[in-house]
């Protein structure tokens, strides 16, 4: 009964859900409505439980503590959505073969997967870039908030059922099949994991990311953001773009009233307006 008094779905106050609407907003920029107080409350519990802590209230304090970075680390990890996999909106990947093909033979292609998750849509890049260009002048860098789900991601390392969009010669080119211990994985083959860096980066906040780039994919993730969110993120992103670079967003979200230094080249695939300083290091 206890249980269901501190973790169930009428467990967190107001006051406790409005702390950690402006603690998470504050840290990853993830605006969360009255209606996500069941699903915040299914996100952290069993962390409560694991700190021995009897209430959300103790949980805040708890995070708000100077020397619990780690720990706020944890919360990030628990409760930012990883929902991705091989080839999502492919027309994208057809834009990137399209460019990638434009450009070959001008310098080192690169691109930033901003929101990189598990990996899939950086290693999708990958095969794409491999199979246009070579395994040569080409360069990936994928970046998430979450540690967790990058240290997935630079494994490289898949259930077979998650690899489903992959296409079939792609799948035969860059990827091994699990035996043994392993029955049932495919591993991405070393030689695009070589060319594929994973690092930690809060969108709020980019640092030392080894740019410029040529595309910047930034899919599925400003939808979690508010307009004053969106705004800073792009701010923050755009110096990193080549001027002749692109940025695509997800087919579910779009740029409206969100940036003017941006012009849609086709849907969700945006140009720079005009040009932008060095990227921040």
Not at 76 to 81: E, Q
Request: aromatic share 10%.
């Amino acid at each position: 009964m206890d249980d269901f008094l501190i973790y169930g779905e009428n467990s967190i106050s107001s006051r406790e859900f409005s702390q950690f609407q402006q603690l998470i907003y504050d840290i990853a920029g993830i605006s969360l409505s009255e209606a996500k107080k069941v699903w915040l409350v299914g996100r952290l519990g069993k962390r409560l439980r694991a700190l021995g802590l009897r209430s959300f209230g103790a949980y805040f304090q708890h995070l708000s503590q100077d020397n619990q970075d780690q720990e706020r680390q944890t919360m990030v990890d628990l409760i930012t959505t990883n929902e991705t996999y091989f080839f999502r909106e492919p027309q994208h990947f057809d834009f990137l073969r399209e460019k990638a093909a434009r450009c070959k033979g001008q310098g080192n292609f690169k691109v930033w997967s901003a929101a990189s998750s598990t990996g899939e849509e950086a290693y999708s890049v990958a095969m794409v870039l491999a199979d246009t260009l070579g395994m040569a002048g080409w360069d990936i860098v994928g970046t998430d908030i979450s540690t967790k789900v990058l240290s997935s991601a630079h494994r490289g390392l898949y259930s077979l059922e998650r690899t489903n969009g992959i296409p079939k010669h792609l799948l035969k080119k860059y990827c091994l099949k699990g035996i043994l211990d392993q029955q049932g994985m495919l591993l991405i083959c070393r030689a695009l994991r070589e060319r594929t860096q994973f690092m930690y980066c809060n969108l709020l906040d980019p640092h030392d990311i080894p740019g410029p780039f040529d595309v910047i994919f930034l899919r599925n993730v400003m939808i979690y953001f508010n307009n004053e969110t969106k705004q800073k993120v792009l701010a923050n992103l755009l110096p990193y773009l080549k001027r002749d670079g692109h940025l695509i967003i997800g087919h579910s979200e779009s740029l409206n009233d969100i940036s003017t230094t941006l012009a849609a080249e086709r849907p969700t695939v945006y140009r720079l307006a005009q040009h932008w300083g060095k990227p921040r290091t």
